[in-house]
């Protein structure tokens, strides 16, 4: 059992450093945790508090019947519980397989929220 870990907003010199203490207490959070979802939550609260501006994080998951992308654990705002048809940041990920990364969310082609 993980117990619960104060974290709060850090300044880093570099984004590096940023993501090298991210991966190192994520690996933390996960190495003695079987169960996926309780992971993605344990991830999505751990980005939510280190990450500076941002207002979600979190998790979707690929339904295969239902080609599409259906809300998993999360931290901030409501979000969209289903996404189809390809649109969002988030369906861009996964039909390019790879990172999406935007500046403003909203500028984003297909935007959907």
């Known amino acids: 059992m993980t117990s619960m870990v104060k974290l709060e907003k850090l300044n880093f010199e570099t984004k590096k450093q940023q993501y090298n203490f991210i ?57 969209c519980t289903r996404l189809k048809d390809g649109k969002g940041v988030c369906n861009a990920a996964v039909i390019s397989r790879e990172t999406v990364v935007v500046k403003n969310v909203h500028e984003f082609p297909g935007h959907i929220a």
Do not use: Q, R
């Not at 959070?29 to 999505?44: C, H, K, P, Q, Y």
């Not at 979190?58 to 654990?73: D, I, M, R, S, T």
């Open 23 to 79: 991966a190192t207490k994520m690996t933390a959070l996960v190495s003695t945790e079987d169960d996926f979802i309780a992971n993605m939550a344990n991830g999505a609260a751990l980005l939510w508090n280190i990450l500076k501006d941002i207002n979600w994080s979190g998790f979707y998951l690929w339904n295969e019947e239902n080609k599409e992308l259906v809300l998993a654990p999360f931290c901030g705002m409501p979000a």
